[in-house]
């Protein structure tokens, strides 16, 4: 039973980085202009529920993914977040490195190893993207 219950959550994490990888075209060649707050707002009310091509892989995980598959990520930030913040910071190719790693880790060892942290009356295993990069910018 144990083998099998490894062999699917490596399917799911595999799974999860094809999609990622099928979907990456779609933000390298996204509009990279910034949008206004009021039209950002408006963008969101009038796209809540619909698939465009111009918008990120990160941007379909969130909206639709996340929401359908709950949020049961037992790491803070949440894996979706976490890809957020190392794209924004680190770039296209970084930011896919450390979220494919984040994605191996999570749920695993880094749950019993990593400090807890307290959110909303549920304890998370503490894993910002911070603790991630510090040695590279000891360089």
Request: aromatic fraction near 8%; proline fraction near 7%; charged fraction near 25%.
């Amino acid at each position: 039973m144990l083998l099998f219950a490894r062999r699917m959550t490596h399917l799911r994490i595999f799974t999860t980085l094809v999609v990622f990888v099928l979907l990456l075209p779609p933000l390298v060649q996204a509009d990279q202009t910034p949008i206004a707050p009021a039209a950002a707002a408006d963008d969101r009310l009038t796209t809540k529920h619909t698939l465009r091509p111009d918008r990120s892989p990160l941007r379909v995980l969130l909206d639709f993914v996340s929401r359908a598959d709950g949020e049961r990520c037992p790491m803070y930030p949440t894996c979706s977040h976490y890809a957020r913040q190392a794209f924004a910071e680190k770039g296209l190719l970084t930011g896919w490195v450390l979220t494919s790693d984040r994605l191996l880790r999570c749920g695993r060892d880094e749950t019993r190893l990593a400090p807890k942290v307290r959110i909303d009356g549920a304890v998370h295993a503490h894993d910002p993207l911070s603790a991630n990069i510090f040695w590279w910018d000891n360089r």
